[in-house]
């Protein structure tokens, strides 16, 4: 969290423009969608899985979402329909690491890619769905409220403190991190281990499309193309950074929130900066690479229980 | 000069002097003198933890030793790997082959010595060759893959002679192999021997050693017990040499419990019958009645593990013809561990390190996971409360001296870690509990508790099995030994008319 607030102080001093109220609400709004997309997959990092299919489904069930409330469609059916989706995907990533045992970068990042092809093919067959007009509840979503604070910031702070009780106060939250920690000891102490990973996987696919529709409310519309994009390297950055280790067991919202507003101040003053998206790649990526570096020095693998892909 | 014995005016190939080698405070040998002579079949005999795999690392240069000396041929082994010895003319032959399964034999005879081109048909020619003059017959270019274990053996072999090794070590070589082919390897040791090689043979079978070594070395806690020559003993002395220890002493000695005042008829809680798992577990059968201590006794591999993780759950029996388990009378065959807990079983793991605690959190909050993760526990909100009050009265009952509760799991010693994972599944109240080997790394203080904890758990009337390769454990503990070998129960010994020798005897024969 230090960190944080040290670089925005060093960007407020060298760069013009960033420490105003108005680039803060901005910084915000853009910092919330993510912010909640991270914490879906904290849930699935900190039970030492991966979710690469995260973006892929938000898309894919917002859009399903979409395109129902155009067919004329009531709303509440059509969002409740893409919540189905989202669940549907998220408990056969975990059906096919729990109980197929593919590991977890794989199968997520094929069934990201299937999830994209087959909504393409049968659901959206251009790229994107635009809400059409006079569907303005849902585009509330995306406004600001009263004094001026952006609602996708409240969104991010409900799902914050939902997430929160969830992982401290909850016996399925403990499960999580116990399944993390080592999977072979849950399983013999009693836990359900495939339940539980189909859990984990379905709320970061749930949470990843509140996200969607956060991104639909603030845009109206939804470009599948986010999928092929480098979002989800965004949301592993900021989950690593924050301090949930790749490694399971560890990592709590506080630490995701602190990763959140990290990442949002550095995409923020490189925009300011004017860097182009090569630059900016260039930068998250030596960003990851050191914060995944530090991760496994701080924690490193077994080498006799490691799998392809752990 | 006879051929076919030791050449006994040569000087040694490998002397080791007042060796030890110390992992973390403890002797896996110590002070250990050692000598092979060239043309010399000496075999290695011991129980498991013995020091024989230690020794043995050490000559072949996987490991160094702590103190003392290696002389090869009279001067100092200089290698401190085993690429090193390869080259010195040191080579081991290991239990699990150290082949290339996708390579072909001629490929893996070459395997670490390759030229910067390989001519394939000049490597399968000379690989040809070298099989020839050792007299035995496998493809060169059969994939080893494909090869039987005992072919397999013969290329290890075929190897180890092509690096002109003067020393051959053998780590059980017969565990996997038929009758025929026992011999067939014999008949390769001797001719190797009468080249003037020097063979170390590690073995359980003790006829096998008997009918083939010229001198035997028994090691017992990692200490030398004796080096004699083959025929100067029987299989009698040799099990006696092997087991034989002071058993008024140390912290196994706590005196036998008086059999419970309720002996009469005791409800039969697990029922094993023709068990059957892949290769390991092979038609086991055995009874456990309530109240009672069953020990399993028997050594790695019997097969012990093996059916503990099948009536846990932890792992399946064969589907077709793997055999029943009656618990409480009730056919069960159980999936995921969850299931067999929620029934009233638990099994305490051998390796706690691995599948046992974790390592994250404290001693409390593993104790209340096991409650939590157990029927009777299930709540949706976690209570630091119920925490504390669980824990507290475990902490209490096994005497974990833990000095501060906030510290994590891992940072206790192996005694309080042991504690804690067993009141992890006790909190389960179970009908049967195994436990896998309970005092292994353990420090001697905590041992005496545990075994006061099994014999509390069997009290309450519940069932208990405990697995042990410490046979003064297994002796001190149990109303009742299973000696398994082989993937069955081959002997059954109440506690009255138990020795180790007898308990030993069964477990090799």
């Given amino acids: 969290m230090g960190f944080a607030v040290a670089a925005a102080a060093v960007f407020s001093i060298t760069l013009p423009g960033f420490f105003s109220v108005g680039n803060a609400l901005a910084l915000a709004r853009a910092v919330s969608i993510l912010g909640v997309l991270a914490l879906g997959m904290a849930l699935v990092v900190i039970g030492r899985g991966i979710d690469l299919s995260q973006i892929a489904t938000l898309a894919v069930s917002a859009a399903l979402a979409v395109t129902l409330i155009n067919a004329g469609l009531s709303s509440g059916v059509a969002l409740l329909l893409g919540l189905v989706l989202a669940v549907t995907i998220g408990v056969a990533n975990g059906f096919l690491i729990a109980v197929v045992e593919i590991p977890a970068l794989f199968a997520t990042l094929a069934m990201g890619l299937f999830v994209v092809g087959l909504t393409r093919a049968f659901v959206v067959p251009h790229y994107q769905v635009f809400l059409s007009p006079g569907h303005d509840g849902l585009l509330a979503l995306g406004r600001n409220v009263a004094g001026g604070i952006p609602v996708p910031l409240l969104v991010f702070a409900g799902c914050a403190v939902v997430v929160h009780v969830f992982l401290s106060r909850t016996v399925l939250g403990r499960f999580i991190y116990a399944h993390g920690d080592n999977v072979a000891a849950a399983r013999l102490s009693g836990i359900g281990v495939r339940p539980l ?114 | ?140 270019l059969a994939l080893v893959e494909t090869l039987g274990t005992a072919k397999r053996q013969m290329v290890e072999i075929a190897r180890a002679a092509r690096y002109q090794a003067r020393v051959i070590i053998f780590d059980e070589p017969t565990a996997s192999l038929t009758p025929e082919e026992i011999q067939h390897l014999f008949h390769l040791l001797r001719r190797l021997r009468d080249e003037g090689v020097g063979i170390i043979f590690i073995s359980h079978a003790l006829e096998e050693a008997l009918s083939i070594a010229d001198r035997l070395t028994v090691l017992r806690d990692g200490k030398l017990v004796a080096t004699v020559k083959a025929g100067e003993v029987d299989r009698a002395q040799l099990v006696r040499m092997m087991v034989g220890r002071d058993v008024a002493g140390g912290a196994y000695a706590a005196p036998r419990m008086a059999a419970p005042a309720s002996a009469g008829r005791r409800e039969k809680v697990l029922s094993v019958e023709n068990v059957t798992m892949g290769a390991v577990v092979k038609n086991m059968s055995f009874s456990v009645f309530a109240g009672e201590i069953v020990g399993m006794a028997g050594l790695v591999g019997a097969g012990r593990t093996e059916i503990a993780h099948i009536i846990c759950g932890a792992r399946k029996r064969n589907l077709l013809r793997g055999g029943l388990i009656y618990f409480k009378g009730k056919p069960v065959r159980y999936r995921v561990p969850s299931q067999a807990i929620n029934d ?64 994590k799991i891992i940072e206790y010693s192996g005694g309080n870690q042991q504690k804690v994972v067993v009141a992890k599944s006790l909190v389960q109240e179970p009908s049967l509990v195994i436990f896998d080997e309970p005092t292994r790394g353990v420090d001697v203080g905590a041992i005496p508790q545990i075994h006061a904890a099994i014999r509390e758990v069997a009290r309450q009337g519940k069932a208990v099995i405990v697995i042990s390769s410490y046979l003064p454990e297994i002796l001190a503990i149990s109303d009742r030994i299973l000696v398994a070998r082989g993937g069955r129960i081959v002997e059954e010994i109440p506690a009255a008319e138990a020795t180790e020798a007898r308990v030993m005897y069964a477990a090799i024969h």
């Fill in chain 2, 344 to 407: 009233g079983i638990v099994y305490i793991t051998e390796d706690r390190k691995q599948d046992g605690f974790f390592e994250t959190m404290t001693a409390d909050e593993n104790i209340y996971l096991g409650r939590l993760a157990s029927r009777l526990g299930r709540r949706w909100f976690y209570s630091p409360r119920e925490r504390k009050r669980t824990a507290d009265a475990w902490i209490g009952a096994l005497g974990i001296s833990a000095l501060k509760r906030s510290l």
């Fill in chain 2, 1 to 140: 000069m006879d051929a076919t014995a030791p050449r006994d005016g040569a000087p040694p190939l490998v002397r080791i002097v007042s060796a030890s080698k110390v992992y973390g405070g403890v002797h896996a040998i110590e002070n250990v003198d050692f000598d092979l002579r060239p043309g010399e079949i000496h075999a290695l005999l011991g129980e498991n933890g013995a020091g024989k795999s230690t020794l043995c690392k050490v000559i072949s240069g996987a490991v160094d030793l702590t103190t003392g000396e290696y002389l090869l041929d009279g001067r100092k082994a200089g290698f401190s790997s085993p690429s090193g010895a390869l080259k010195a003319g040191v080579a081991m032959v290991y239990q699990e082959t150290s082949l290339v399964p996708s390579m072909t034999v001629a490929q893996n005879l070459q395997l670490g010595r390759e030229p910067f081109y390989t001519v394939f048909r000049k490597l399968n020619i000379s690989a040809q060759q070298s099989q020839q003059s050792l007299n035995f017959h496998v493809d060169p």
């Fill in chain 1, 197 to 310: 990973t189909m859990l984990e996987y379905a709320l970061s696919a749930t949470i990843g499309y509140i996200g969607g529709l956060m991104m639909v409310a603030s845009t109206a519309l939804m470009h599948l193309q986010i999928a092929e994009s480098t979002l989800i390297f965004d949301v592993i950055l900021v989950v690593v950074l924050g301090g949930v280790s790749l490694v399971g067991g560890r990592g709590n919202v506080f630490s995701v929130v602190a990763g959140t507003l990290l990442i949002g101040v550095l995409l923020n003053g490189m925009t300011i900066m004017n860097l182009d998206t090569q630059t900016q790649d260039i930068i998250k990526g030596i960003v990851l690479l050191a914060a995944i570096g530090i991760d496994s020095y701080m924690h490193p693998r077994e080498e006799e229980t490691a799998k392809q892909g752990d």
